[in-house]
T-cell receptor, first 114, second 115 residues
């Protein structure tokens, strides 16, 4: 059963702590993405990667970091430098990262910073 | 910088009413256009997309969208909505910039269909 998994579904952290969100895909897709979804703001691109060991900043990369050591995995770290980290985080993947690619989304992780 | 505007943030319709959700983008080059849908409790998924060719594209569940290049628009339509169409709809624009693709989503439109 192919797809994208994100874990955990809900995550609570204290202010000042770094936290890493997991994203795994078994679709054999080259490209992966992280978005942040806030009410009234839609989806905003944090980081994306078209190939292993390479990634690019999106529109709101400040306070976040990523790695792409394996094709299947694209973890996102929310650092203490992120001023407003409480949000719903969505991971996606697409076949090659081309303009016509369809993106496939995971179920999301809701992060709450207390 | 490219941007995507969705003008209707919250739409309430009765079943069988016709639907049109507006989407405009700002970019003068070649674009690929998408509508994604998020049903309650489900993953965001593709509804339809325009890549090239016929500007009128048909998607799942009776939805269609028309790409009008001169108006920079890609409006979503459905002649008769059902209660099961209640969802949030996102327009997205995808272009290649500097060797990497750049994806921009609109803020979304919440559609509520009343039985």
């Amino acid at each position: 059963d192919g797809g994208i998994t994100q874990s955990p579904k809900y995550l609570f952290r204290k202010e000042g702590q770094n936290v890493t969100l997991s994203c795994e895909q078994n679709l054999n897709h080259d490209a992966m993405y992280w978005y942040r979804q806030d009410p009234g703001q839609g989806l905003r691109l944090i980081y994306y990667s078209q190939i292993v060991n390479d990634f690019q900043k999106g529109d709101i990369a400040e306070g976040y970091s990523v790695s792409r050591e394996k094709k299947e995995s694209f973890p996102l770290t929310v650092t203490s430098a992120q001023k407003n980290p409480t949000a719903f985080y969505l991971c996606a993947s697409s076949m090659v990262g081309g303009p016509g690619d369809t993106q496939y989304f995971g179920p999301g992780t809701r992060l709450t910073v207390l | 910088a490219q941007s995507v505007s969705q003008h209707n943030h919250h739409v309430i319709l009765s079943e069988a009413a016709s639907l049109e959700l507006g989407c405009n983008y700002s970019y003068g080059g070649t674009v690929n256009l998408f509508w994604y849908v998020q049903y309650p409790g489900q993953h965001l998924q593709l509804l339809l997309k325009y890549f090239s060719g016929d500007p009128l594209v048909k998607g799942i569940k009776g939805f269609e969208a028309e790409f009008i290049k001169s108006k920079f628009s890609f409006n979503l339509r459905k002649p008769s909505v059902q209660w099961s169409d209640t969802a949030e709809y996102f327009c997205a624009v995808n272009l290649r910039a500097g060797g990497y693709q750049k994806v921009t989503f609109g803020i979304g439109t919440k559609l509520q269909v009343i039985p």
